[in-house]
């Protein structure tokens, strides 16, 4: 197979997107096409099988947040699409025992891959009428009527999910995503654009929720540039989420942007008074600036909700000895050190403090950044007055 198996993964799940059916391929090598259906037993699972040459190339099961793979193809017989015997013998079924839900469900199904897609809504209205208060099988027969073309009803299926909780707080992942998505497109295909935008602005806090995710991870990482963008993203869709303000404006700090660190910051600590740190990251930006004043000022606002900050002592310290204030200076980083900061490395070669090491009192204040217990911290790089 000349395509990469990583990449084979990747398509599976775009695929995932497009629901249920058959649906071409193009660009990847080695896979023509890819059939997507719910699999009976687990509403909560869907199959994407893709296919060369009609023999499957591989088959994913995903659930609700991350793709299983299936048995290895080369242990698992070929797949094959279903045929006319198997809507015989499906129809066969429901004619005998009418209240087989499942059986109509699987007739549903057989019917899409075989692209009979008004036949398949048919059969799933049955399932729908046996188990109405189903969201997974109003979703599938959306996804049906929309196939069929029938753009109201599937709209209609898709409003029904959607109505059980609009703010998508308990379906956060599927079906009341997919069911905003589909929806909107219906509602487009209606030729109401308007109302397809609207729609799908429900799930900006979504979306939002998902980037400061990201740029979280990302940051975890190391990658902060990266973060700073999806953290950017996140504040811009949802300007009161505070996680994605504070990181947006740290991640910032850490790539030497104070100047941008600056207003993320600001809205933070607007929207969240109570945020020590983004108060911290805040007073860092303004000395990096060097609005030394309002840094000063910002510092001691964290010190008054955190008596414990060492870091706040330590870079009221380093503005002191920046100023000349070489006792303030000496008390205040005494102060970071009884606190825990045992940052020596850091403070030896930390250049806002030179003015004190030809003072007879630096090697004290050493020793007791020395014999702090705390661990390391790993503040933003070039931070504050002294973390730089």
């Not at 499957?56 to 299983?68: H, K, S």
């Not at 094959?80 to 809507?87: G, R």
């Not at 809504?121 to 009527?145: C, I, Q, R, T």
């Not at 050493?366 to 014999?371: C, D, G, Y």
Request: net charge neutral.
């Amino acid at each position: 197979m000349a395509t990469p198996m990583e990449h084979v993964e990747a398509l599976a799940l775009s695929m995932v997107a497009r629901g249920a059916g058959t649906h071409p391929v193009e660009g990847h090598p080695g896979v023509e096409e890819a059939v997507v259906a719910f699999v009976a037993g687990d509403l909560g699972t869907v199959e994407v099988t893709l296919r060369a040459a009609g023999a499957p190339v591989r088959t994913f099961r995903f659930g609700i947040a991350a793709p299983v793979p299936a048995a290895p193809a080369a242990a698992a017989p070929p797949a094959a699409l279903p045929t006319e015997q198997d809507v015989v013998r499906l129809r066969a079924v429901t004619e005998e025992s009418p209240e087989d839900l499942c059986a109509w469900r699987e007739l549903g199904r057989v019917l899409i891959l075989l692209k009979r897609p008004a036949e398949a809504a048919a059969a799933m209205e049955k399932a729908v009428a046996l188990n109405p208060s189903n969201p997974f099988f109003s979703l599938e027969l959306g996804l049906f009527y929309s196939d069929a073309g029938r753009h109201a009803d599937a709209a209609a299926c898709f409003e029904k999910i959607v109505a059980i909780d609009p703010t998508l707080d308990h379906w956060v992942s599927h079906p009341g995503v997919a069911a905003l998505m589909k929806l909107a497109q219906s509602r487009r295909r209606q030729g109401d654009a308007a109302a397809a935008a609207t729609t799908l602005r429900a799930a900006l806090p979504l979306v939002a929720a998902i980037l400061c995710d990201l740029g979280a991870y990302s940051m975890d990482s190391g990658n902060h540039l990266e973060a700073a963008g999806f953290l950017g993203m996140a504040g811009t869709l949802a300007p009161r989420m505070v996680p994605a303000l504070h990181g947006a404006g740290r991640s910032l700090l850490w790539i030497g942007r104070p100047g941008e660190a600056l207003p993320w910051l600001t809205q933070a600590v607007t929207h969240d008074s109570s945020c020590v740190e983004a108060w911290y990251d805040l007073g860092i930006a303004y000395a990096r600036l060097g609005r030394r004043v309002e840094a000063r000022r910002t510092l001691r606002r964290v010190l008054h909700r955190d008596p414990a900050h060492d870091g706040a002592w330590y870079d009221l310290g380093c503005l002191d000895a920046l100023e000349g204030k070489r006792d303030a200076a000496f008390r205040h980083l005494h102060r970071a050190a009884r606190h825990g900061n045992n940052r020596v490395a850091h403070a030896l070669a930390d250049p806002d403090l030179a003015p004190l090491r030809r003072d007879r009192r630096w090697p004290a204040l050493i020793a007791a950044m020395e014999r702090a217990g705390v661990p390391e911290k790993a503040p933003p790089a070039g931070t504050g007055s002294g973390q730089g």
